[in-house]
T-cell receptor, first 112, second 112 residues
Framework: QQQVKQSPQSLIVQKGGIPIINCAYE??????FPWYQQFPGKGPALLIA?????SEKKEGRFTISFNKSAKQFSLHIMDSQPGDSATYFC???????????FGQGTRLTINP | DTEVTQTPKHLVMGMTNKKSLKCEQH?????MYWYKQKAKKPPELMFV???????INESVPSRFSPECPNSSLLNLHLHALQPEDSALYLC???????????FGPGTRLTVL
């Protein structure tokens, strides 16, 4: 019940396309859903996060869509660029629990 | 200042060596974390310090010994490591009751 399932494992998109990465969870107590971006040899960087009281959140070219009834959330990258090529991790947690449950990651490649 | 710093960036050690990893943050965060990350895997939680006290130990072998000297510093003391301990070691911090975790760049550890 503590798992977060992330798909796809890898994704290749042409520049300007809209990659979509999906995550699903079982634990309905989760109330915080962040996405992290990680470049090779670097630490994960918090990209955007959402709480279950909203269905969508946008920050620049990054959008999280959240479906509480389906227990799913997804990351969309608008007008993707080669510089967006990285590994993306979704995560979930319970406020105050201090533990993030990570998905397995998606390696995204944006071709020029 | 929204940065978590880690030193050293790279560390190579033998199985009989003793070494330490250091982490520092000046965001006033009262929770600090150590993670281990293997290639192509998500970060794996090792320890959590909350208000300078160890609050979570994820059954980590005793050859890893954490220390939190003050609210800004976190150390990870290493002794008698095994080659399978080679990984990227990440430090993170967050405000006490808020799960927005900020990661440092990591220390790439190689055990020979």
């Amino acid at each position: 019940q503590q798992q977060v399932k992330q798909s796809p494992q890898s994704l290749i998109v042409q520049k300007g396309g809209i990659p979509i990465i999906n995550c699903a969870y079982e634990n309905t107590a989760f109330d915080y859903f962040p996405w992290y971006q990680q470049f090779p040899g670097k630490g994960p960087a918090l990209l955007i996060a959402i709480r279950p009281d909203v269905s969508e959140k946008k920050e620049g070219r990054f959008t999280i869509s959240f479906n509480k009834s389906a227990k799913q959330f997804s990351l969309h990258i608008m007008d993707s660029q080669p510089g967006d090529s990285a590994t993306y991790f979704c995560a979930a947690s319970i406020e105050g629990a201090q533990k993030l449950v990570f998905g397995q990651g998606t390696r995204l490649t944006i071709n020029p | 200042d929204t940065e978590v710093t880690q030193t050293p960036k790279h560390l190579v050690m033998g199985m009989t060596n003793k070494k330490s990893l250091k982490c520092e943050q000046h965001m006033g965060h009262r929770a600090m974390y150590w993670y281990k990350q293997k290639a192509k895997k998500p970060p794996e939680l090792m320890f959590v310090y909350s208000y300078e006290k160890l609050s979570i130990n994820e059954s980590v072998p005793s050859r890893f010994s954490p220390e939190c000297p003050n609210s800004s510093l976190l150390n990870l003391h290493l002794h008698a490591l095994q080659p399978e301990d080679s990984a990227l070691y990440l430090c993170a911090s967050s405000a006490r009751f808020y799960n927005e975790q900020f990661f440092g760049p990591g220390t790439r550890l190689t055990v020979l």
